[in-house]
């Protein structure tokens, strides 16, 4: 079975205690273990994340998806025109990140104005942890956009009936495996929201992706459901943005 990682990470200089952390560490590690294209992400603050990001996306053969740090329109130093977002969209199959805590930047309608109508618009998905996320917040945002389509990454794992509940009552909206790990936690999570919402994301180098690839390929799911999970709504999501 071949994976698709949805929360893929790394940084740029080496890290202390850690069993990998640069782009090039994680890369070798995805190839060994069947994860054989990713979206990654730069975990580094550095004003030149996103262009580090945008330069390993292109070098990897299409191996690779550059998620692109997103801040919104209020802040015109740090963020994209119209038309930068719509070109790294096109021509470099760009995904969005926010970081509605970190970054001072809630998740509102009126803070990110227009960017919201461009990954609308353009089936382009938005990142965003489960730690950093306000439900009231997004649930605005969903009344607004309905088709945003919107992964919850990060996911706890005790996910409460209220994270439940959002993905079941919104469409798109979709999580990540990454922290699915008590007992036949993928299964129950499976059953009450249904195969076609999780997205495989091991969060590396935070942490190794061995639990999540045994995870799917032993968990009692069916072959269909292991398949939608590992890769298959990876490239229905951000493949294939139709």
């Known amino acids: 079975?071949?994976?698709?990682?949805?929360?893929?990470?790394?940084?740029?200089?080496?890290?202390?205690?850690?069993?990998?952390?640069?782009?090039?560490?994680?890369?070798g590690?995805?190839?060994d273990n069947n994860i054989v294209t990713r979206a990654i992400y730069n975990m580094d603050k550095a004003a030149d994340a996103n262009a580090v990001t945008l330069k390993y996306a292109k070098e990897s053969g299409g191996k690779e998806y550059p998620v692109i740090r997103l801040m919104p329109?209020?802040?015109?130093e740090e963020t994209y025109t119209k038309d930068e977002m719509i070109k790294l969209i096109e021509n470099d199959k760009a995904l969005f990140r926010i970081h509605p805590a970190n970054y001072a930047a809630p998740l509102h309608t009126w803070v990110y104005d227009w960017m919201l109508d461009i990954l609308t618009e353009s089936r382009t998905p938005l990142l965003v942890s489960l730690q950093e996320l306000n439900l009231n917040d997004a649930?605005?945002?969903?009344?607004?956009?309905?088709?945003?389509?919107?992964?919850?990454?990060?996911?706890d794992q005790w996910l409460n009936r209220q994270y439940v509940g959002f993905c079941q009552y919104y469409k798109n909206v979709y999580f990540d495996t990454c922290n699915t790990i008590e007992y036949y936690g993928i299964e129950n999570m499976v059953e009450l929201i249904g195969a076609d919402k999780f997205l495989f994301g091991t969060y590396m180098p935070?942490?190794?992706?061995?639990?999540?690839?045994f995870q799917i390929l032993f968990c009692e799911l069916s072959q269909e459901e292991k398949e939608l999970i590992a890769h298959g709504n990876f490239e229905r999501l951000v493949e294939v943005r139709a």
């Open 1 to 27: 079975m071949i994976f698709k990682d949805i929360n893929c990470n790394f940084f740029v200089q080496p890290q202390p205690l850690q069993y990998a952390s640069t782009h090039d560490e994680v890369a």
């Open 29 to 31: 590690i995805c190839e």
């Open 73 to 76: 329109p209020v802040y015109p």
């Open 139 to 155: 649930a605005a945002v969903k009344e607004k956009y309905p088709d945003l389509r919107m992964i919850i990454t990060n996911t």
């Open 206 to 213: 935070e942490k190794e992706p061995y639990d999540k690839t």
